[in-house]
Nanobody
Framework: VQLQASGGGLVQAGDSLRLSCAAS????????MAWFRQVPGKEREFVAR????????IVADFASGRFTISRDNGKNTVYLQMNGLKPEDTAVYYC?????????????????WGQGTLVTVSS
């Protein structure tokens, strides 16, 4: 499975961004999908995940109420809608795929990773 993330950029605090992750090379509708983020010098951090059909969602506490994960299995794409962005949301955001339809929040449950897209939020 190949994953291509896009949609990052430089925004101001309070703005919104929508990240996209296009998948190819596998049966997208069978994979659990997630977004993680990473700041240099820190561990990769779980943001949100959706199960294979999009009906079951887990969102990290810091993202609850601001970030929404969704997927379109017809387009082989997973999205992360981020509203009310804060400077502390600045990070490289990675999409990830798991062969488990209901993966958890650990990075080690995801076998496939995109290249990352940088989100920078200025104050």
């Amino acid at each position: 499975v190949q994953l291509q993330a896009s949609g990052g950029g430089l925004v101001q605090a309070g703005d919104s961004l929508r990240l996209s992750c296009a998948a190819s090379g596998g049966i997208f509708s069978s994979y659990g999908m997630a977004w993680f983020r990473q700041v240099p010098g820190k561990e990769r951090e779980f943001v949100a995940r959706t199960n294979s059909d999009g009906a079951d969602i887990i969102v990290a506490d810091f993202a609850s109420g601001r970030f929404t994960i969704s997927r379109d299995n017809g387009k082989n794409t997973v999205y992360l809608q981020m509203n009310g962005l804060k400077p502390e949301d600045t990070a490289v955001y990675y999409c990830a795929a798991s062969s488990m339809p209901f993966p958890g929040v650990s990075r080690y449950e995801y076998e496939y990773w995109g290249q990352g897209t940088l989100v920078t939020v200025s104050s």
